[in-house]
């Protein structure tokens, strides 16, 4: 059987145009510490693996190496010291990195492959919508449920507004307490879960079930929807749509409390450093407007058209674990 | 000795020719996995199934927004696209340009009566449908033919499958004939299948076509 690919004999280079403008700064023999920096890439002549061409050729893609797209981004980073005397010391530092990107062109006369349309970000989700007004209010049917959009459209963006991570570690003569939490804000992500879950009564907002009046606008009339619809018939309806959601989190990553045992009992020992530490890892998730198990997690790996998308996958681990480290 | 060396190292480098991707089968290794495919994806698919959901023949008994609902969506389809033209389509086209260059006949016939099942099965879901502008690897904007234009096109390919058949020759498929196990009398009967479908197609344009060739 024939590759459903068609190779393209004419590739040339990508190139890829960077600027980068960095600061580091250091206060009070490094009691503060500061690193900035902002970066704005272009990519031209992009390669789009799998590119779809029309069926009818007898190939489903080919390799094209027209693609521009767009990247601007800022990392910082803040350290810190706030205490430090002979028995206690206190450390900090937080990260912060925001990436702003755009699909600028595709391939002439192609505005969108997949997940990639031309002005928008870098993987959106595109699929069954609800129609809505003027004003961004859901359109009501005369059954009293939401219209299908008879379109696709766009109704989700994957990409994140920021990202931080936060360490804190405090020493106490013998005694190290660390943490560390990660924030992601924003970022969409497709609840696959939730496809099969409104359906099936399983999601917890299926839990009211019994008549409701979809808040929206009424298609009949134009005023707002009085019509009474089952729960069930109205959860069964669920479009594409619902189940983006946004996949904020934060998690308490890492949490570790360690004990080192002091130079003078070692000495009597053949050893030269001990330490005894009980470290917990993901002990803490806060999404409050993903309902599934760990919207951290992409199902289908990271790839152009899979990412974050969440599909009956487990969690990422938690784990306890208890350590001596010896050291000779 | 240099000569040698220079072969061999010649021969090595040779990373053009990958031996797990031929480029070049013979037509009983096309003719299997066509033949499967047909079965899986032309006669069965998801178009076929949509059909029998639409005709209330089957219906899961709780189903997410979908087809099941009758929801669908144009690009619902783009999967039946895939498997008719990429899968077996474009294969049939290259089992018949192998089988035509090596003057294996039965192949050659087999490989056209299958492609005008598929156009037949094609037409009947898509109405006007490309086929004498495709599969040209240097046009990506693949014109239409007229529903008319595609019977045409299934008339004559049946008509010189027929004939390609009949000229007896001795290479026959055996097992990778899953359908007829090279049968060819039943091959011929594979045909009259195919003919009967387009008679009694529920296109008007199809019999008025048909009552006009004198069918």
């Known amino acids: 059987m024939l590759s459903t690919t068609l190779g393209n004999p004419g590739l040339t280079n990508e190139r890829l145009n960077e600027y980068e403008a960095g600061l580091e700064m250091n206060f009070f023999k490094d009691r503060l510490t500061f690193e900035g920096s902002y970066f704005s890439r272009k990519s031209t002549n992009g390669i789009i693996p799998g590119a779809l061409i029309s069926n009818a050729t007898g190939y489903t893609g080919t390799t094209i190496n027209s693609a521009e797209i767009e990247n601007q981004g800022i990392e910082l980073l803040l350290g810190a010291t706030p205490v430090k005397t002979n028995d206690f010391t206190w450390r900090t530092s937080a990260n912060f990195s925001s990436i702003r990107n755009k699909v600028l062109a595709l391939a002439p006369g192609i505005n969108q492959l997949g997940r990639l349309i031309v002005g928008q970000p870098y993987n959106i989700f595109y699929g069954n919508r609800y129609k809505r007004t003027a004003d961004g209010q859901v359109l009501i049917g005369a059954n009293g449920l939401p219209v299908v959009d008879p379109t696709q459209g766009i109704v989700g963006n994957a990409n994140p507004d920021f990202m931080m991570g936060l360490n804190n570690s405090f020493n106490y003569k013998q005694f190290t307490f660390s943490f560390f939490f990660d924030w992601k804000h924003g970022g969409d992500v497709q609840n696959d879960v939730n496809a099969y879950g409104y359906t099936y009564g399983t999601v917890k907002a299926t839990e009211k079930r019994g008549d409701m009046v979809i808040e929206g606008i009424s298609e009949v009339d134009n005023k707002p929807n009085t019509v009474v619809v089952n729960g069930q018939t109205y959860w069964q309806s669920r479009q594409y749509e619902s189940t983006i959601q946004d996949g904020t989190f934060i998690k308490l990553r890492n949490i570790s409390l360690s004990y080192d045992l002091s130079r003078a009992v070692l000495n009597r020992t053949p050893f030269k450093t001990a330490s005894l530490s009980v470290t917990g890892r993901n002990l803490w998730i806060y999404s409050p407007h993903f309902d599934g198990a760990d919207p951290e997690v992409s199902s289908y790996g990271t790839g152009n058209g899979v990412q974050s998308i969440y599909a009956f996958t487990t969690p990422t681990s938690r784990s306890f674990n208890v350590a001596l480290k010896i050291g000779f | ?215």
């Open chain 2, 1 to 215: 000795m240099s000569a040698i060396m220079l072969g061999g190292c010649k021969k090595f480098l040779d990373v053009n020719t990958d031996p797990n991707n031929p480029t070049d089968v013979q037509e009983s290794l096309l003719l299997a996995p066509i033949e499967l495919n047909i079965s899986d994806n032309i006669t069965s698919g998801f178009a076929q199934l949509a059909t029998q959901t639409f005709l209330q023949n089957i219906a899961p008994n709780q189903a997410n927004p979908g087809i099941y609902n009758y929801q669908m969506f144009n690009v619902d389809m783009n999967g039946d696209w895939t498997t008719f033209y990429v899968t077996v389509l474009n294969n049939l086209k290259i089992l018949n340009q192998k089988a035509e260059s090596e003057a294996h006949w039965n192949y050659a016939g087999i490989a056209k009566i299958l492609t005008a099942y598929t156009l037949g099965t094609a037409t009947d879901l898509w109405g006007d449908i490309p086929y004498s502008k495709a599969f040209d690897k240097t046009n990506f904007l693949v014109a239409y033919d007229s529903q008319e234009e595609i019977y045409k096109t299934i008339q004559s390919l049946l008509n010189s499958g027929i004939a390609d058949i009949a000229k007896g020759d001795a290479v026959k498929p055996g097992g990778d004939d899953y359908f007829y196990k090279g049968n060819m009398a039943s091959s011929d009967k594979s045909r009259l299948f195919a003919e009967g479908a387009l008679l009694h197609s529920p296109h008007e344009s199809t019999r008025s076509h048909r009552c006009s060739a004198g069918g």
